[in-house]
């Protein structure tokens, strides 16, 4: 089945920073979502970016589906952005199902 | 519009024993999903639901079972629970089957002692 690939698997920055996530998968995608899991489990919608660029606020995204990578920027970090964030996408070929990269965990720190 | 729900939002059982959870979906919504969160194998896909007919299914025991109401409303079955069932089950709705975009609910932390 299809592979996601998150990285770094940590990273930890101080207030104000600026970072990039990025997930690599190894195939076509018909779906491709980013999440952040708050400390009590629920997964907030980040973005839902088969394709393309968008932005909303201090984050953004962009989805290269033919290079078979996406990147999620957060910008001027705040400690509330700590926490993990998934990748997953669903195979453009197989199953129509999310598959989950492992995450990346983001600390700011004040 | 409010979000989906899952209940109960913590349980505590015996291995051996059988657990239900229960998951509402974002109203209109038509297509359910469940996944299981555990440290060591991260989220992985159980089932999807979509008009009452389970139409994916990950790679999971046979105790591991689900449904569909006509309201859309999905529940999930453990029997014969074990401690690797220890986890965190959630449950997200979407308005179309498979690749449309997913929407979680607040999840169910069962500890299986």
């Known amino acids: 089945g299809i592979q996601v690939e998150q990285s770094p698997p940590d990273l930890i920055l101080q207030e104000g920073a600026n970072s990039t996530l990025r997930c690599n998968f190894s195939?076509?995608?018909?779906?491709l979502q980013w999440f952040h899991q708050n400390p009590w489990g629920q997964l907030i919608n980040l973005f839902y970016?088969?394709?393309g660029t968008k932005q909303n606020g201090r984050l953004s995204a962009t989805t290269v589906a033919t290079e078979r990578y996406s990147l999620l920027y957060i910008s001027s970090s705040q400690t509330t952005d700590s926490g993990v964030y998934f990748c997953?996408?669903?195979?453009?070929?197989?199953?129509?199902?999310?598959?989950f990269g492992q995450g990346t965990r983001l600390t700011i720190n004040p | 519009k409010a979000g989906v729900t899952q209940t109960p939002r913590y349980l505590i059982k015996t291995r051996g024993q059988q657990v239900t959870l229960s998951c509402s979906p974002i109203?209109?919504?038509?297509?359910v999903s469940w996944y299981q969160q555990t440290p060591g194998q991260g989220l992985q896909f159980l089932f999807e639901?979509?008009?009452?007919?389970?139409?994916n299914k990950g790679n999971f025991p046979g105790r591991f079972s689900g449904r569909q109401f006509s309201n859309s409303r999905s529940e999930m079955n453990v029997s014969t629970l074990e401690l690797g069932d220890s986890a965190l089950y959630l449950c997200?709705?979407?308005?179309?089957?498979?690749?449309?975009?997913?929407?979680f609910g607040p999840g169910t932390r069962l500890t299986v002692t």
């Open positions: 997953a996408v669903v195979n453009g070929q197989g199953a129509q199902k999310l598959v």
């Open positions: 997200a709705s979407s308005f179309l089957q498979g690749a449309s975009e997913q929407y």
């Open positions: 109203s209109g919504h038509r297509s």
């Open positions: 195939d076509s995608v018909n779906n």
């Open positions: 639901y979509f008009s009452e007919t389970q139409r």
């Open positions: 970016i088969p394709s």
